[in-house]
């Protein structure tokens, strides 16, 4: 089966360059590294244009916000398995492609567990956001996985749809909450850790919390309506629980 890769581009050196030899160096060859760039102001763009990689497919798009950029990229995919790598993560290690195509045989989506580091030094772990099996049932938006740790197929994203591009912060939310509550739908918890995410995107920039707050709030109201409050104080209370 053929990955896709989707990276957003802005302003993303110099990060961008340990992101890349990350998923270069993958054992598994068989996938496409779609790049969309939005208008940088630190010759991300330059840097890109000029990069020899034969995996690269380059697209340049300045409308809306990340979400649209990565509705955008999907669009363009051509592989089997679509996954979600921001210009800063870096995958941990060079078997994760591999176990991913060998895990999906027979099922829809999968995902694993990852690490938060700080934002200039990969090596100093933050805090670890470990997964579980997930059952599908009211307590699901308490228990999701990091968005960063999801693989999945096209044929379901066909199916969910694309990210609700009315939310500028807390879309992946929204739509991990619709993925995971599709009937019949099989997916696999991986009890590895293959992730390394750095701090400072814009979900963890306290500028942008007001909204972040506002966002996950109306989010779970529109698909818990009793106890949307509730369920999301439990979310924050994990958060704070894996600093620990």
Same mark, same amino acid.
């Given at each position: 089966?053929?990955?896709?890769?989707?990276t957003?581009?802005?302003?993303?050196?110099?990060?961008?360059?340990?992101t890349?030899?990350s998923?270069?160096k993958?054992?598994?060859k068989n996938?496409?590294?779609?790049?969309?760039?939005?208008k940088?102001?630190?010759?991300?763009?330059?840097?890109?244009?000029?990069?020899?990689?034969?995996?690269?497919?380059?697209?340049?798009f300045?409308k809306?916000?990340l979400y649209?950029?990565?509705?955008?990229g999907?669009?363009q995919?051509?592989?089997?398995?679509?996954?979600?790598?921001?210009?800063?993560?870096v995958l941990k *290690? *060079?078997?994760?492609f591999?176990?991913?195509?060998?895990?999906m *045989?027979n099922?829809d989506?999968?995902?694993?567990n990852i690490?938060?580091?700080?934002?200039?030094?990969? $090596?100093?772990?933050?805090?670890?956001?470990?997964s579980?099996?997930?059952k599908?049932d009211?307590w699901l938006?308490?228990?999701l996985?990091?968005?960063?740790?999801?693989?999945?197929k096209?044929?379901?994203?066909?199916?969910?749809?694309i990210?609700?591009q $009315?939310?500028?912060?807390s879309?992946?939310?929204?739509?991990?909450?619709?993925?995971?509550k599709?009937?019949?739908i099989?997916y696999?918890f991986l009890?590895?850790?293959?992730?390394?995410?750095?701090?400072?995107g814009i979900?963890s920039n306290?500028?942008y919390l007001p909204k972040?707050i506002?966002?996950?709030?109306?989010i779970?109201?529109?698909?818990?309506k009793?106890?949307y409050v509730?369920?999301?104080?439990?979310k924050i209370?994990?958060?704070?629980?894996?600093?620990?």
């Open positions: 089966m053929k990955i896709s890769i989707i957003c581009c802005k302003n993303s050196l110099p990060f961008l360059k340990e890349i030899n998923v270069k993958q054992n598994y996938f496409e590294h779609i790049f969309i760039v939005s940088s102001s630190d010759n991300t763009s330059e840097y890109l244009k000029n990069l020899k990689y034969s995996k690269k497919k380059l697209f340049f300045d809306g916000n649209s950029c990565l509705n955008f999907i669009k995919a051509k592989g089997q398995i679509i996954y979600i790598l921001h210009s800063d993560d *290690k *060079k078997i994760v591999s176990k991913v195509v060998k895990s *045989k099922i989506f999968l995902f694993f690490c938060i580091s700080e934002r200039n030094n990969t $090596k100093k772990i933050i805090r670890k956001w470990n579980s099996q997930i599908n009211h938006s308490v228990n996985p990091a968005h960063t740790s999801l693989f999945i096209k044929k379901i994203i066909n199916k969910i749809g990210y609700n $009315k939310y500028s912060i879309a992946d939310f929204d739509y991990m909450i619709r993925l995971f599709i009937k019949n099989k696999r009890n590895n850790t293959f992730l390394i995410m750095r701090t400072g979900s306290f500028k972040r506002k966002e996950d709030l109306k779970l109201k529109s698909h818990y009793n106890n509730t369920l999301y104080f439990l209370l994990k958060k704070i629980l894996q600093l620990f």
